[in-house]
């Protein structure tokens, strides 16, 4: 049965993972052609850290937006025949949103992939000073804890809210936002500062959003 | 004429007089008005900077009035009373006991002179809420304060730290032969981050000299070390192929009206060498290939290695006439130079490769977050 959904799966976002991947293929060169290529000495340690300085934000938004298409376009086409076919297999909910959850997951590994055999290619073509290291595996590994969680997250809100779930999201943004506001003008700035280190330190949620996000270090 | 006319005369003549004097006399009291008006606001200003002054002055009293005063190792800090101060007071004891005393250990009653008497103060944020997380620690010194914040309940490690740190600012002060070299601010509490830093700098100069360094050769870390003068200070930081990089880095800082410079980049942009090197050399700083920070580290990391005798012999090197700053530590810590340097580098190079954090962690918490969020997916099932 995970054959058959991991099937209906990759024929729903085929074009979302398709483009995700053309893209995080191209992402290090791209990278590289916009950054270095205006830099006159473009083989100097400098200048490849520069080169290469907006591969972490290319990835971070490829990873949020094609994370939560990747989680919620299944959802609106389960929804569209208002869950119908879930409920009639003879399988429990747990069982059948788990081997949802693991199939989008599963797709979500091939961008990955494509990340790391366009940085090996693209680091290919340039020669990188001994001072210097590429970190090519590392980078795909942290794009694709990014874009699991990233995953997980829509994954979750979708299957909870259901078609509220963009509500939801923005009275939680807003939310925090006004919450946030309002403790800065408390004096308890604090509070939000140490909510934000949780988020963002490991072993928080967002820990792989905020680490280093580099191809190419000392 | 008739004597009609000679009084209709002598009246319009009156008329001319009395409506001149208005005239005149209008502009003339504005004008001392005015001039009362400001001498006015003059006296107001000069009541109010007062009142304000001796508002500071009283509030000032008032606080102090209120205050504590921990002493401890020959410092004083003024601490404002709060919740729980009778065990912080004891731990902000503990901690200027320990940096004070560390102090003493490394150089003797000399390193005295690094550490200012005057009052300290410890004081919280306007935000009484705010304050139960963090209070200020501040050196009294005017000039030269440094401060920190520290994190309540107060840990003495980080007191000490902030007295080693206190003591950093003040070095060249002790030790002129350092002074342009080491900056003012030397680490004397050695955070991991200035090695970093350091490494980071090394690895990523136009210098190939400064990166051969970080690859472990150390007569080029010696080069780079080196505090030389006059146009041989290139050549010695430098190698010939670096010259179009550092002229092209910086080329940033010619004015648009700086013709000569300008032929010479497009003339080094077109491939000409002796051109790159012209332009480099023109540049009137031109150009330390580590910043203050890695030299400082340096200084710090020799000096955490020296005795107290050391620190003597050091403050008694003449400021004048001493470019080489490594023969002199070398000379003062009895070190040899080849091990200073290299102590230094395998540092360096160690905190950097111990500040990157592992992947496993990462992965661990990702699959965590995954399955929490996984089983609130499957919560609510669909009716």
Same mark, same amino acid.
């Given at each position: 049965m995970f054959r058959q959904i991991l099937f209906t799966q990759l024929r729903w976002t085929r074009t979302m993972i398709a483009a995700m991947a053309v893209l995080t293929f191209l992402t290090p060169a791209m990278a590289w052609w916009l950054?270095?290529?205006?830099?006159?000495?473009?083989?100097?340690p400098r200048a490849i850290m520069a080169g290469f300085q907006s591969v972490s934000m290319i990835l971070i938004i490829t990873s949020l937006l094609g994370a939560f298409l990747v989680a919620a376009y299944p959802w609106t086409q389960d929804a569209a025949a208002k869950h119908v076919l879930p409920l009639s297999l003879p399988v429990t909910w747990r069982h059948y949103v788990a081997m949802r959850f693991g199939a989008g997951a599963l797709t979500l590994v091939l961008p990955a992939l494509t990340l790391w055999l366009g940085s090996v290619a693209t680091l290919a073509l340039i020669e990188i000073p001994s001072t210097l290291r590429a970190y090519p595996g590392t980078l795909a590994l942290r794009f694709l804890l990014a874009t699991l969680m990233a995953y997980s997250g829509t994954f979750a809100l979708q299957y909870i809210a259901g078609r509220r779930s963009a509500i939801v999201m923005l009275v939680v943004l807003l939310g925090g936002l006004v919450l946030g506001l309002v403790l800065q003008f408390a004096g308890l700035n604090f509070i939000v500062e140490r909510f934000f280190e949780f988020l963002t330190t490991s072993p928080g949620p967002l820990a792989v959003f905020a680490a280093d996000w580099k191809l190419v270090d000392v | 004429m008739s004597e009609r006319a000679r009084v209709l005369r002598r009246r319009l003549c009156a008329c001319a007089l009395v409506a001149g004097g208005l005239g005149v006399a209008g502009p003339v009291r504005a004008q001392s008005d005015l001039e009362a008006l400001k001498a006015r606001a003059e006296t107001a200003k000069v009541r109010s900077a007062a009142a304000t002054a001796a508002y500071r002055t009283a509030s000032a009293r008032a606080r102090m009035a209120r205050s504590d005063t921990v002493r401890a190792a020959g410092l004083e800090v003024i601490v404002v009373p709060r919740l729980g101060s009778a065990l912080e007071n004891a731990r902000l004891a503990d901690g200027l006991e320990r940096g004070r005393s560390l102090l003493r250990q490394r150089?003797?009653? #000399? #390193?005295? %002179?690094? %550490?200012? =008497? =005057?009052s300290w103060r410890l004081v919280g944020s306007q935000w009484r809420l705010a304050s139960l997380q963090a209070l200020t620690l501040a050196s009294g010194q005017a000039g030269r304060r440094t401060s920190i914040e520290v994190r309540r309940p107060i840990d003495p490690a980080r007191v000490e730290r902030f007295v080693l740190r206190h003591a950093g600012t003040n070095i060249t002060r002790a030790i002129p032969a350092l002074e342009g070299f080491a900056g003012t601010d030397l680490p004397l509490d050695e955070p991991p981050e200035t090695y970093e830093t350091a490494a980071r700098e090394l690895a990523l100069s136009w210098s190939s000299p400064a990166r051969r360094c970080y690859a472990g050769s150390i007569p080029d870390c010696r080069r780079i070390l080196t505090r030389a003068h006059g146009q041989s200070r290139l050549d010695i930081w430098y190698d010939p192929a670096d010259h179009r990089a550092v002229a092209t880095a910086h080329a940033g800082d010619i004015v648009p009206t700086d013709t000569v410079r300008h032929r010479l980049r497009k003339r080094c942009n077109d491939g000409e060498d002796a051109a790159c090197t012209a332009l480099m050399r023109s540049?009137?700083? #031109?150009?330390?290939?580590?910043? =203050?920070n890695p030299r400082a580290t340096f200084v710090s990391h020799a000096l955490a290695r020296s005795d107290s005798a050391a620190f003597s012999r050091l403050r008694a090197a003449p400021a004048e006439g001493t470019p080489d700053v490594v023969a002199l530590l070398s000379g003062a810590t009895g070190i040899s130079e080849d091990s200073l340097i290299a102590g230094w580098r395998d540092r360096a190079h160690d905190t950097l490769s111990r500040s990157r954090p592992p992947a496993l962690p990462l992965v661990a918490g990702t699959a965590v977050w995954g399955l929490i969020l996984f089983g609130i997916s499957t919560r609510r099932r669909p009716s």
């Open positions: 950054g270095a290529t205006r830099v006159l000495n473009p083989l100097s | 150089w003797g009653s #000399a #390193a005295d %002179v690094l %550490v200012d =008497t =005057t540049f009137p700083e #031109a150009r330390f290939p580590l910043s =203050t």
